[in-house]
């Protein structure tokens, strides 16, 4: 056989393509990752293809052992891959028609490429979500592992990036663990929508042959067959889906790894993380840097843009499947292996953090943390909160005008400013009495947080 073997197609065809078109079209270079998943496909439907009399039990046979053995060959490493063959379907389907010859070329009996390739992506999807799942949920250990070492531990709490109000660490920390169960939620209701059967609707249109799609949808794990044919083989959106809730979950570890960039700067100096996840300079001596958190900002971009590429890709196409689709699986493949490298190295980079806990106590003083517990003081004095804000604003003013903090104020400065202070105004003020005037549902008070910790310790299976 020469390198241009007759194609698949060959019927119609008097020339085969150019060397320059092959290279273009070929998606064999990055698809034959859905190898697992093209073989599972072909056995369900050689399978259904023999229950429903349209090959025979002996043909069956043949084609599912054929199939086992390319599956073991592509797995020691000696299939060879054909970029004349075009696509994993093609390449696999005709070193089955090599390896067994006559009933191989039944196997393609209604089906088409358009519903085995979207077939064979949901599959992949599928064990992708489980993938990325697990990942989640082992950074949320880490974060809940790295609160429980810090129970206790004040820090600056900020808006704008100014300084706002004193919150516990554990508080901050639970917020990303938050963010990443909605991560994991997104995913699940993502299963469900991705949990249909493509395999059957043909081309576009369907058979006129008598086959079963229920029998292949089961045997493949599905929930059902998708209803509509057309919709079956052009629609990418459980791809864009899925693109979506990676760029979500990559937003969030982006803020995680600023946050942590930011206080492991001299500035800062609130997180000290180990050699073991830091890297150095080529050309200054005295560098440290963060950089595994830096990369994971960075590859945010990756993932955001793997979702751009799917949403732009699919914008004009007219129904049904059009072979622009196969762009659909190099963003694919790169979002959920950028996303599972972010999730892994963020849990490494947690496990491996100091707090400085001296450094942070130091710095709680700036920056007048109190003074929205003072307004709320004042406010159970029967001050309006209006008034209240206006009042701790003169407070806090005069704090400026003296370099010193709210707590240091006497009792007449404050007076000065309302005569609605008394005595006990200093058990509102300083971060630590501060702390623990939250009591609302979800706050940052000591108790809520040691519920919200309780929460997620059982949640996760810590205790
Ligand atoms: N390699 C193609 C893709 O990824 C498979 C489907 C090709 N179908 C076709 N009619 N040419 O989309």
């Not at 229950?51 to 046979?61: W, Y």
């Not at 389907?93 to 196997?107: I, N």
């Not at 949320?140 to 109000?165: D, S």
């Not at 699986?329 to 947690?350: C, H, N, R």
Request: proline content about 3%; overall charge negative; aromatic content about 6%.
């Amino acid at each position: 056989m020469d390198s241009k073997e007759v194609k698949l197609w060959g019927g119609r065809f008097e020339e085969s393509v150019t060397d320059v078109v092959e290279k273009f079209t070929e998606s064999i270079s990055f698809d034959k990752a859905l190898y697992k998943q093209d073989i599972l496909g072909s056995i369900a439907h050689a399978t259904m293809l023999a229950s429903q009399g349209l090959i025979t039990e002996s043909e069956r046979g043949a084609i599912v052992e054929g199939l086992v053995e390319i599956r073991n060959q592509i797995e020691r490493g000696e299939f060879v891959w054909r970029t004349d063959r075009e696509d994993v379907h093609m390449n696999i389907e005709a070193a089955l028609t090599d390896l067994v010859g006559e009933p191989a070329k039944k196997l393609h009996t209604a089906r088409s490429r358009n519903d085995q390739v979207s077939t064979d992506l949901r599959l992949w999807c599928k064990d992708a979500v489980v993938a990325i799942m697990s990942r989640i949920k082992n950074l949320q250990v880490a974060l809940v592992k790295l609160a429980l070492k810090n129970e206790g531990l004040i820090v600056p709490g900020y808006t704008h990036l100014q300084r706002a109000q004193p919150i516990l660490l554990q508080h901050l920390l639970l917020a990303y663990v938050e963010q990443l169960q909605r991560d994991l939620l997104r995913l699940i209701d993502y299963r469900v929508r991705l949990n249909h059967c493509p395999l059957g609707a043909c081309a576009l249109a369907g058979t006129g042959l008598p086959i079963d799609r229920i029998k292949t949808s089961d045997a493949l794990e599905f929930s059902h067959p998708l209803r509509n044919s057309i919709d079956a083989v052009s629609d990418r959106d459980f791809v864009i889906e899925f693109l979506s809730a990676n760029a979500i979950t990559a937003i969030h570890l982006s803020r995680l790894g600023e946050e942590w960039v930011l206080w492991a700067s001299e500035e800062f100096g609130f997180i000290t993380p180990s050699d073991s996840v830091s890297t150095g300079s080529s050309i200054m001596p005295q560098k440290k840097n963060p950089d595994p958190m830096e990369l994971v900002r960075g590859k945010s971009a990756r993932v955001i843009g793997d979702l751009v590429t799917l949403l732009v890709l699919c914008k004009g196409l007219p129904q049904a499947y059009n072979r622009d689709l196969q762009e659909d699986k190099e963003p694919l493949f790169d979002s959920v292996k950028t996303i599972i490298g972010m999730l892994e190295v963020t849990a490494e980079f947690a496990d491996n953090i100091t707090y400085n806990k001296e450094r942070i106590e130091k710095s709680l003083p700036a920056g007048h943390l109190d003074a929205t517990t003072l307004a709320d003081y004042l406010v159970k004095k029967g001050v309006p909160f209006r008034t209240a804000h206006d009042i701790v604003g003169k407070s806090v003013a005069l704090c400026v005008s003296r370099n010193c903090q709210l707590k240091d104020l006497s009792l007449p400065d404050l007076k000065a400013v309302s005569p609605e202070f008394e005595e006990d105004v200093y058990e509102f003020l300083g971060v630590e009495n501060s702390i623990k005037k939250f009591t609302s549902y979800g706050s940052t008070g000591s108790e809520c947080v040691a519920e919200q910790i309780h929460y997620w310790v059982r949640e996760l299976g810590l205790s």
